[in-house]
């Protein structure tokens, strides 16, 4: 929490409106758990400082969260990510073996991919 809060500042404190609007959004997001896969956990954000970008940090932090949610009882793990411009990370959560559950549409007209990881049939 404090640690995200530093990172967080100095973009806060350049685009106040945008940028801690979306931090808040991100820390109040509880997720819309599918039906599909009940007992699953919600990785609701990962971020990854700029300098690191491309290196597999963003991989080894979505493998960590489904290892411990796994540990804790999860039968999966769910996400909602951005659709449209955002090929990169859509790509990144199916190397990593969620698939497209399915599309949301946040009132705000933000079109989403919600996707799903089943941890039992996942090494």
């Known amino acids: 929490g404090v640690g995200f809060a530093l990172d967080a500042m100095p973009a806060i404190m350049r685009r106040p409106r945008e940028i801690g609007g979306r931090v808040l959004r991100g820390v109040r997001f509880r997720g819309d758990p599918p039906s599909s896969l009940p007992g699953a956990a919600l990785l609701s954000s990962i971020a ?47 190397r990593h073996g969620f698939e497209l559950e399915s599309e949301l549409h946040r009132p705000d007209g933000r079109a989403m991919n919600r996707y799903v990881r089943r941890l039992d049939s996942w090494t």
Request: charged fraction near 15%; proline fraction near 2%.
């Open 48 to 94: 990854v400082r700029p300098s690191f970008a491309g290196v597999g940090v963003a991989g080894r932090l979505i493998e960590e969260f489904c290892l411990q949610a796994g540990t804790l009882g999860a039968l999966g793990v769910y996400l909602t990510t951005d659709r449209d411009g955002n090929s990169g990370v859509n790509r990144l959560y199916c």
